[in-house]
């Protein structure tokens, strides 16, 4: 995330990292402190655990946590099915559109059906590398392993060896 921040070359300092924020939005009281929200810091353990200032913010949010204050609302409103139910307008007109909005639906399904190609996509890659890390273990040579995957003989040497693993030719 950093990377993309800043240009090649630039002379990091402490002070260099962009803010960072975190949340995490957990559907029950995972850290089990019986409340509706952490803040989490960063400690260095050498340092006698002194707090790290990097600017790095690590929230846990208690979605079961639906009282009555803002946050409370704001849990209720990020499960609420029904818009018209929803405490905070902006997020209602947010829902409406991509539930009920004829452009909206239209929106979310093509986001939908590009999160089911990526994960597709991942699923295939790692069954080709699954493929090719069982037939490297029993002794298989690289022109087996282009045929199982379809991968060129460059790539599954790269792949063998990104693993600490010598192709056998």
Not at 24 to 46: M, N
Not at 132 to 139: S, T
Request: charged fraction near 30%; hydrophobic fraction near 35%; proline fraction near 3%.
């Amino acid at each position: 995330m950093d990377t993309m921040s800043v240009k090649k070359g630039f002379k990091w300092g402490k002070d260099h990292l962009p803010p960072v924020h975190v949340i995490f939005i957990t559907e029950h009281d995972t850290l089990g402190g019986g409340k509706p929200i952490y803040h989490a810091y960063r400690t260095i353990a050498e340092l006698d655990h002194q707090r790290l200032e990097d600017h790095a913010d690590v929230i846990y949010v208690n979605a079961s946590y639906q009282d009555d204050s803002a946050l409370g609302r704001l849990m209720h409103d990020m499960f609420c099915e029904n818009p018209d139910d929803m405490y905070y307008s902006e997020l209602a007109e947010r829902s409406k559109y991509f539930k009920i909005d004829e452009h909206g639906v239209m929106k979310m399904c093509e986001a939908m059906e590009k999160l089911m190609e990526e994960d597709r996509a991942e699923t295939r890659l790692a069954e080709q590398k699954s493929t090719i890390l069982r037939l490297f273990h029993k002794g298989k040579k690289v022109a087996d392993m282009m045929d199982a995957t379809d991968w060129t003989a460059d790539q599954v040497r790269s792949f063998l060896r990104s693993q600490n693993l010598q192709p056998v030719q």
